[in-house]
T-cell receptor
Framework: GENVEQHPSTLSVQEGDSAVIKCTYSDSASNYFPWYKQELGKGPQLIIDIRSNVGEKKDQRIAVTLNKTAKHFSLHITETQPEDSAVYFCAAVPGNDYKLSFGAGTTVTVRA | DAGVTQSPTHLIKTRGQQVTLRCSPKSGHDTVSWYQQALGQGPQFIFQYYEEEERQRGNFPDRFSGHQFPNYSSELNVNALLLGDSALYLC??????????FGPGTRLTVL
């Protein structure tokens, strides 16, 4: 099955700086890569996703890049704000599958 | 438009007991997936229901079972509870192969 690795496990940034989280996946058949933000006591919230026919996608301060050859994808958050502090999860879904395979998560702390 | 809802919010059970968790999908969604999230870890896929049938199952024992109703809502049942079943149980709904949206989860504590 699909195996997703996520780095780093924790990330502390100064407010206004950028944050980058990287994930690698094992199944070359994976074609859908969502990112979720989970705040304390809440369920994961979908913040952005990318499909394998696209190399990059942006939504305001958030962007995701995908390198299918290297089998890795990254989340970029620019101009970080205190409300960006949360746990972020990457996930991958193979084309013949329905389940989300999650990374272990990255705890992002934005220092004011 | 209400998102994915789950009940109850919290639940405390003792070892050996049985539990039923409930999920109502987002309006327009016909597929429900269940995930288990242990403390400090990413969610792990339990199973997915579509058209009232279990379409795919993760690596969970038969003690975990589910059901989907004609209105697309779903239940997760866990029998013979173990201490290791303590976790946040998440329901996610989707339509066809589209994005999965998660509910707030049910926090299960097994004593």
């Amino acid at each position: 099955g699909e195996n997703v690795e996520q780095h780093p496990s924790t990330l502390s940034v100064q407010e206004g700086d950028s944050a980058v989280i990287k994930c690698t996946y094992s199944d070359s058949a994976s074609n859908y890569f969502p990112w979720y933000k989970q705040e304390l006591g809440k369920g994961p919230q979908l913040i952005i996703d990318i499909r394998s026919n696209v190399g990059e996608k942006k939504d305001q301060r958030i962007a995701v890049t995908l390198n299918k050859t290297a089998k890795h994808f990254s989340l970029h958050i620019t101009e970080t704000q205190p409300e960006d502090s949360a746990v972020y999860f990457c996930a991958a879904v193979p084309g013949n599958d329905y389940k989300l395979s999650f990374g272990a998560g990255t705890t992002v702390t934005v220092r004011a | 438009d209400a998102g994915v809802t789950q009940s109850p919010t919290h639940l405390i059970k003792t070892r050996g007991q049985q539990v039923t968790l409930r999920c109502s999908p987002k309006s327009g969604h016909d597929t429900v997936s269940w995930y288990q999230q242990a403390l400090g870890q990413g969610p792990q896929f339990i199973f997915q229901y579509y058209e009232e049938e279990e379409r795919q199952r993760g690596n969970f024992p038969d003690r975990f079972s589910g059901h989907q109703f004609p209105n697309y809502s779903s239940e997760l049942n866990v029998n013979a509870l173990l201490l290791g079943d303590s976790a946040l149980y998440l329901c996610a709904s989707s339509h066809l192969y589209n994005e999965q949206f998660f509910g707030p989860g049910t926090r299960l504590t097994v004593l």
